[in-house]
Each structure stands twice: as C-alpha cells, then as structure tokens.
C-alpha cells in the first residue's frame, strides 16, 4: 500500500478507536467490597437494623432457626433448619403464632468509595421463603400474602459520613444515586434457597459513599423470609476434571464407531 494510504488508513483506525465510548466499569457488591456482607462474621456488625414502622424487628437475626413446613405432604412435615447457601451465615425473620407480620430490614453502614460517574453495580442476593407448622398449619401451600423481599442501593457525593438511624432515616440524603427498589422475583419452592443478581445502572455523578440495603416482609401469619448475599459458587476443580474426562471418553467412544 502507498505510504499516503498506509497514513490514511493509520488516521481512520485512530479516529474510530477514539469514538468509541470506554466501557463501563461494573462494581460487584456481593465480594469482598462491603465489610460483612454476607455476615460472615457470624452477626449483622456493619449493618443497621432499622425500623419504617412498627412491623420491623429489631434485631434482625443471624441464622435463626427456621424449618419450613415441607412442600412434599400436607401432614405438617418440616424441612431440616435452613442452612446458609453460601459460607456460614444468612439473616431472616420468622413470624411468631401471633397476629403480627413480623418484617426485617438491614442497611450497610455507608463505605468511603471513589467511583467515577458512569459506574454500573451488582450484587447477588440469595432468598428464601416459606410457611411454619405454627397455629395448626400442615402445607406449604401460601394462601394469600407472599412473603418479599427487596434490595437498594444509595450513594453520596463528597462531604460528611451518611449514618442512618433506627427509624430508618439517613443523616442526609443520598441526593448523588437514588435507584429505585428492586424485589426478588426468582423465588423457588418453599424451603429452597435461590439467587439473583441486581444490577443498578450508570450513575451520572462520582460518588464518595455507598449502601445497600435489603428488607424482608412477611406478609401473613406463621411464615419466614430469610436472605444472603454473596455470588453464585464456581464449580470446583474437582468438578470441572471430572467433566472433562468424561468428554475426552465419551470423544473416544465416537471415534471408535
């Protein structure tokens, strides 16, 4: 090619790399970003059990002891205790036998971040949902009044530390990224714990802090709802070999015929 074109061409290449746009950079809150986001510490230290109204227990429990009534019968069977679905610990909230729909709600303390404007965040949350042999029940069955959940996120720009108080209430307002609530919606059956991955998108302004927040309502009697963050395991090294030698035989088995 003629050194003129060679030029032309080299100018073109530059000016087509230089419009387009960088992308996005995606924070994922579900590691190691939040301190105790998944209360591995075995409590809710770096969260705030707070308060909306009267409905909401404080504190919210680690691993409490939750047996689901079993979807399988309708003798009232239960399920073992509900276990973490990652590492050791969940947070949740069981009704009592009474006639309050007891709820639980924990914000983040607000972390010192640096992140530019344009930034994407995600965070996988793990749920479960169910109904307790309390007041006679024997099935699974919801009736009426689901049980929810709910995730958000909030961010600061430059200036003082955003505290929130019991009643739900932060120090000042998280003017610089206010996303909407967002609900789980990937509920499995009663007694099974599921994930999902929210994803809020580009703020249009840097941000200096971040939290999140997720609240759990039950909304009828004798029913739990319990939660847990972090991100969906990697299948094991053990696993993965095992997958390949069985597709290094089953490829040898096909050549032979």
Known sequence: ??????????????????????????????????????????????????????????????????????????????????????????????????????????????????????????????????????NGNTTSTFTTGLPTLTVKLNGWNAGTVPTVNSADNFSRAPSAYNPAVQSFTNWGTPGQWTSQTFTFAATANALAYISVSIAGSNNNHDQYVAWDVGPVPEPSTGLLFGFGLLGIAARRRATRH
């Not at 030029?7 to 530059?14: K, S, V």
């Not at 995606?26 to 009267?54: C, F, H, K, M, R």
């Not at 972390?111 to 404007?117: I, N």
Request: net charge negative; with cysteine; hydrophobic share 45%.
């Open 1 to 134: 090619m003629p050194l003129l074109g060679r030029l032309g061409l080299g100018l073109a290449l530059a000016w087509a790399a230089g419009s387009v746009p960088a992308a996005a950079v995606t924070i994922d809150l579900s590691g190691a970003v939040l301190p105790n986001v998944g209360y591995e510490s075995g409590n809710t230290s770096s969260w705030t059990a707070t308060q909306p109204n009267s409905s909401f227990v404080i504190p919210v429990p680690v691993n409490p002891a939750i047996s689901p009534l079993n979807p399988c019968c309708t003798n009232g069977s239960t399920l073992p205790n509900l276990t973490a679905p990652v590492g050791l610990f969940f947070a949740g909230v069981a009704t009592d036998p009474d006639d309050v729909d007891e709820k639980g709600k924990l914000v983040h303390d607000a972390l010192a971040v640096s992140y530019a404007a344009g930034t994407d965040f995600t965070i996988t949350v793990w749920a479960n949902r169910g109904r307790l042999g309390t």
